[in-house]
């Protein structure tokens, strides 16, 4: 889990810096969102060539892996003066973040404890929520209070992916390394038949929230300096945090209900958070701005760790890199798509504007959640998993 939530502050640094590259460096709202776009076409890369590796190095080897390439990614982000090295960086780092997106999540879940049920869930979902959260705080609080404000995060990130590496090597493995690593490489994108009723449901839930945290990565840093009139890294940092951190709050509420009516409390929930922050835009309000984005993280939170249930519902030990695979492509192409289009659009429309798109896919992702969410079939069928291996419903 430690492994997890360090990958993703490490993802996270560069936010609270892209004012100050548009600043010093003249980087533009495109390049910014271009940036955004690489990580995740870095990602959606990783997750589809690179997603089963796990299940035949072992889930300890993949993971250090994943934290090297994260690691020389942070490193080469210490001298960002154009684009390109950005690019680059934040391209390491996708590929990186991708290889940890299948291999942590799915030794999370092996070594998790069966009870409670809804325990795996939420902490491979919302491992990353937190990890946004506490690398977008300690960068605006680093970038404003700290020496050597474009360099010293990244320094601390790479420290704790070295710390994290000495902890995956010390720690048991739960995947044994079997034959086939060659073959895992070839794309294939699967879940298992008794889940995938649940995908276009699913689908819809990690692209809307997804497309939302990459909209505070690539526009909310010009947002909160143009339309609400701050120019305080922490401040960027803590509104980007607001939005993950409460998705790590909310998360856990949804294991009340069924995986099916969490998702509709959850999209709903986050339908309502829009609403208030394009109202907050409109009228210039950053208080209003702040809770809504806590309010829609709670309904994100909520959502996607009721999806991911769903998914993960009575999965074997083989499965779960798979199933992390689709969920982290889907995500990541939540958070590519709507960004690679709102780049371009942004030398057109004003920001405003651009945010009511981004409301629009939340209402019609939260109509299709409410009308069309279903729970998993039981797989009474098969005698195969073991206490060990089984996850929660």
């Known amino acids: 889990m430690v492994s997890l939530v360090a990958s993703f502050a490490a993802s996270a640094a560069p936010i609270p810096l892209f004012n100050v590259y548009r600043a010093e460096d003249k980087f533009t709202n495109a390049g910014i969102s271009m940036a955004v776009v690489t990580t995740s076409v870095g990602t959606i890369a990783a997750l589809l060539v690179l997603g089963r590796l796990s299940n035949h ?65 939420v902490a491979s979902s919302q491992g990353p929520m ?57 794309p294939r994108v699967r879940v298992p038949a008794r889940v995938r009723h649940l995908l276009p449901v699913a689908a819809a839930v990690f692209l809307a929230t997804w497309a939302t945290g990459a909209f505070y990565q690539a526009f909310v840093p010009a947002l909160v300096e143009d ?40 999209m709903i929930v986050f339908l309502a958070g829009w609403i208030g922050i394009i109202t907050a835009i409109a009228i210039g309000t950053l208080a209003l701005f702040i ?12 959502a996607i760790s009721a999806a991911t249930r769903g998914l993960l519902h009575d999965s074997t030990l083989a499965d779960r890199a798979a199933i992390f695979s689709v969920i982290y492509v889907l995500c990541y192409s939540g958070a590519a798509f709507p960004s690679l289009i709102s780049g371009e659009l942004s030398n057109t429309f004003s920001l405003p504007q651009i945010v009511l798109g981004y409301g629009g896919l939340a209402v019609v992702a939260t109509l299709l959640t409410v009308l069309a969410a279903r729970n998993p079939h039981s797989d009474t069928g098969t005698n195969s998993l073991t206490t060990r291996g089984r996850v929660s419903r």
Do not use: K
């Open 57 to 121: 190095l072992g889930r300890r080897l993949t993971a250090i892996a994943s934290l090297g390439l994260l690691l020389v990614g942070c490193l080469l982000l210490l001298n960002v003066h154009d684009i390109g090295t950005l690019l680059a960086g934040r391209l390491l780092m996708g590929v990186g973040t991708g290889l940890a997106s299948s291999s942590l999540t799915s030794y999370i879940v092996d070594a998790a404890p069966t009870r409670p049920e809804w325990l795996a869930a």
């Open 130 to 186: 937190l990890g946004l959260t506490l690398g977008a705080v300690a960068s605006g609080a680093l970038v404003q209070f700290g020496p050597w404000p474009r360099n010293l995060i990244y320094l601390v990130c790479a420290g704790l992916l070295v710390l994290s590496a000495a902890l995956i090597a010390i720690s048991p493995e739960t995947a044994g390394p079997t034959p086939g690593a060659w073959r895992s490489l070839l």
């Open 227 to 266: 339309q609400l009139h701050t120019h305080s890294p922490l401040t960027l940092g803590l509104v980007f945090a607001a939005y993950m951190a409460s998705s790590v709050l909310g998360a856990p509420l949804g294991g009340r209900v069924t995986s099916a009516a969490a998702q509709r409390i959850g």
């Open 291 to 302: 809770a809504a984005t806590i309010v829609a993280g709670a309904g994100q939170g909520i």
